[in-house]
């Protein structure tokens, strides 16, 4: 690996670190420190995506008033931007009717790939936090699985669900901590929010 690769990788774990920095400063509503992070994020983000771009002298041979040739990217460069910019851009999500989507990347694959829940699954799944835990209180995926349907009194497929709560992390409704832990924020999860955040999600025909 050479050492640009190399640095691109820091600069991407470091994004990541103050993500997970930002997620705590909001669960704390430390929000004088959540504004100085976000503007840290914001600057390290504008560096990696400049950090991809190497301008390369004009030929010696050719005179200068020429002006510069044109900018190229090594291909191993070109490659770790797109790869980066792609898992900066996942995962999405929209609704379709009542359902739910999530458009994710398949690293395995390298192409999009799209998972849909219903609507209720989402409320369900607030539902249990609640009751099993309570507001502000940290839980595990393996605390509120398996999540049942009262209606068919089936059980709701676990992708679904994790699906219901990636989406309400990406709306801050839902904070996660290290690896496998989350908190649900209080008072944050109303009828009127979630109403709110459902109508303002790209609608599909």
């Known amino acids: 690996m050479g050492l640009e690769a190399t640095a691109i990788e820091i600069l991407a774990r470091a994004e990541s ?13 430390r929000y004088v420190e959540l504004a100085a992070i976000a503007r840290l994020a914001d600057g390290l983000t504008r560096l990696a995506r ?10 010696a041979a050719l005179p200068l008033k020429q002006g510069p040739q044109p900018t190229r990217q090594p291909h191993h460069l070109r490659e770790a931007g797109t790869v ?4 900066r851009s996942y995962p999405r999500f929209a609704r379709e009717g009542d359902r739910l989507v999530k458009i994710a990347w398949s690293k395995r694959d390298k192409a ?11 409320a369900l799944l607030l539902d249990a936090i609640r009751r099993l835990k309570g507001e502000g209180a940290r839980f595990t995926a393996p605390d509120i699985l398996p999540l049942q349907d009262p209606k068919t009194r089936g059980e709701i497929p676990s992708y679904q669900v994790y699906l219901a709560l990636a989406w309400l992390r990406s709306e801050g409704v839902i904070v996660k901590f290290g690896r496998d832990s989350y908190s649900l924020r209080p008072t944050v999860a109303n009828q009127e929010r979630l109403t709110e955040l459902w109508q ?6």
């Open 17 to 29: 670190e103050l993500r997970r920095l930002i997620e705590r400063a909001l669960s704390e509503g």
């Open 84 to 87: 980066a910019a792609s898992r």
């Open 50 to 59: 400049s950090s991809a771009t190497v301008e390369e002298p004009p030929p």
């Open 112 to 122: 999009e790939y799209e998972h849909r829940a219903p609507q209720h699954v989402v």
């Open 200 to 205: 303002a999600l790209p609608s599909r025909a």
